[in-house]
T-cell receptor, first 110, second 111 residues
């Protein structure tokens, strides 16, 4: 399975945009890029996913590089509730191969 | 629509005891998963199921068994609990485009 690399931690100020990077240089053509987040003491929560084009939803935006070897999750205005561990995951469609790494721990300062 | 639920929320076992964790989903999803998460780590896949009556091993299956007798339920069993199985267990079901929906977790402490 293709691997992702994320910074261990990032900090942001409340109400400012946050750009969470993810490198996935060995991505294959059929791998979707998924982002999940895990708030303290909760199960992971789906955020967004995409294949080639940039994606927007009510939670975030996903910017995918043209060569697909990296992507960026964008939170447009961070809130205290966005403090969580964010996981970037590649999924090739085979059952059970959502591989969660250590993710990026996002801290949001008031 | 409750999504994915897990019971119990918390359990303490002694070494050698057995228990079953229950996961239920009301979204009519075919695929279901059991993960474990240890402190400071990401999730690791234990077992999964692609439909009623089918199960398969994940990354860390040893010491666990699973059953999927009904589509909406996925059971995780520990026949003889060990301290190394102290962890938080998450169940998930999979919807469209491989999006997984997770339960709130079961915290298990094995003494």
């Amino acid at each position: 399975d293709a691997k992702t690399t994320q910074p261990n931690s990032m900090e942001s100020n409340e109400e400012e945009p946050v750009h969470l990077p993810c490198n996935h240089s060995t991505i294959s053509g059929t791998d979707y890029i998924h982002w999940y987040r895990q708030l303290p003491s909760q199960g992971p929560e789906y955020v967004i996913h995409g294949l080639t084009s940039n994606v927007n939803n009510r939670m975030a935006s996903l910017a995918i590089a043209e060569d697909r070897k990296s992507s960026t999750l964008i939170l447009h205005r961070a809130t205290l509730r966005d403090a969580a561990v964010y996981y970037c995951i590649l999924d090739g469609g085979s059952q059970g191969n959502l591989i969660f790494g250590k993710g990026t721990k996002l801290s949001v300062k008031p | 629509n409750a999504g994915v639920t897990q019971t119990p929320k918390f359990r303490v076992l002694k070494t050698g005891q057995s228990m079953t964790l229950l996961c239920a989903q009301d979204m009519n999803h075919e695929y279901m998963y059991w993960y474990r998460q240890d402190p400071g780590m990401g999730l690791r896949l234990i077992h999964y199921s692609v439909g009623e009556g089918t199960t398969a091993k994940g990354e860390v299956p040893d010491g666990y068994n699973v059953s999927r007798l009904k589509k909406q339920n996925f059971l995780l069993g520990l026949e003889s609990a060990a301290p190394s199985q102290t962890s938080v267990y998450f169940c998930a079901s999979e919807g469209r485009q491989e999006t997984q929906y997770f339960g709130p977790g079961t915290r298990l402490l094995v003494l």
